[in-house]
């Protein structure tokens, strides 16, 4: 038997704290980098994240923890980034060790906006690193249900099945059922899409649209979704499967959303500035928006994407919420 490969988490936010739990319920050591030294000396001294799922607490003897991202990047075999997307590149930037033979895997909910790539593909364009090393983490799982060990399942999705099934087993727990797949691209834009679609559910409440609304705007949003993917990346998949439509379902309707309460707070007036001002988190689907809408512009044919472009007026193009859904109202079915 090969020596156990060491895994490290990059990023210090919600989800990458959820995924250090996680992984410390089955290893005996888990790397963890954050950019800050606050963050870093709170939890040496507290045994808990000060900004994120506070009230999960760490044994300080499993984490080894660093400032410098290539101190860890070296430690470690198994890279697991969950660096929200509009900062990736810049942290990526310190990034001087050599990474080509070591799996990555992308938590990250979002492509990277400087070049338009999916995760995996930057990892393998940028840091030659090949195909079957890079897999990728989805839900339908919310970081806060994790710090509860609330009953929450993933899927871990690599060409390479063993891999898959290794990284599986390290994420497993009683309250975490994991299960494996191929579609690495496909669900890397679901993990994508979803937060679009969940700022979309969050305007359409702050403007006051009821459940009956709320329910025909994500049978559509999976529908588009599955146009978006298939154009993308052509493949059999089962759309409906968790990492697909479960992913969205959890990421539209629950309290927990960022997206979705994002979203609202749009829908209720508020600017795109103010409301990114008072949330203490990342809305990923704001970025996503953008990045989805140029994707499907650079197209020759064009995919029908009604909600994402409704999304997109009123983020980038500063339209009236009320009078763009009120359009979006008309397109949907």
Not at 56 to 83: G, M, Q, W
Not at 148 to 169: F, M, Q, V
Not at 240 to 265: H, P
Not at 275 to 292: I, L, N, P
Request: aromatic share 10%; charged share 25%.
């Amino acid at each position: 038997m090969g020596k156990p490969l060491k895994y490290a988490v990059f990023g210090a936010g919600s989800w990458a704290t959820a995924i250090v739990k996680m992984l410390c319920e089955n290893l005996e050591e888990v790397g963890w980098y954050m950019r800050s030294v606050y963050t870093k000396e709170h939890l040496l001294r507290e045994q808990h994240n000060p900004n994120y799922l506070s009230s999960v607490e760490f044994h300080l003897e499993r984490l080894k923890l660093s400032n410098d991202i290539n101190e860890i990047a070296d430690y470690v075999d198994v890279l697991i980034f969950a660096i929200p997307s509009a900062f990736m590149h810049s942290e990526l930037q310190k990034l001087k060790v050599d990474i080509s033979n070591k799996i990555i895997v992308s938590a990250v909910k979002g492509i990277m906006p400087e070049s338009g790539l999916l995760v995996g593909e930057h990892f393998h364009d940028i840091y030659k690193v090949p195909f079957d090393n890079i897999a990728v983490i989805a839900g339908p799982c919310h970081a806060e249900e994790v710090a509860l060990e609330r009953l929450s399942y993933l899927t871990i999705s690599c060409s390479d099945a063993e891999k898959a099934k290794a990284i599986a087993k390290n994420l497993s727990s009683e309250y975490i059922k994991t299960k494996i797949s191929d579609d690495i691209i496909g669900i890397e834009y679901a993990v994508m899409l979803k937060n679009i679609y969940a700022i979309a559910a969050g305007i359409a409440h702050g403007l006051g649209y009821g459940d009956n609304f709320q329910s025909v705007l994500m049978s559509n949003s999976i529908r588009e979704m599955k146009r978006f993917i298939k154009k993308m990346h052509k493949m059999k998949r089962n759309i409906n499967n968790s990492a697909y439509l479960g992913d969205l379902l959890v990421t539209g309707y629950s309290v927990f959303s960022r997206n979705r309460m994002f979203g609202n707070m749009i829908g209720k007036g508020y600017t795109v500035k103010s409301a990114q001002m008072e949330m203490s988190m990342v809305a990923e689907g704001y970025y996503a928006t953008k990045s989805a809408h140029l994707l499907n512009e650079k197209n020759k044919k064009k995919t029908r994407l009604p909600i994402i472009n409704a999304v997109y007026e009123i983020l980038y193009e500063n339209k009236n919420p009320k009078k763009v859904f009120k359009k979006l109202t008309e397109k949907l079915d």
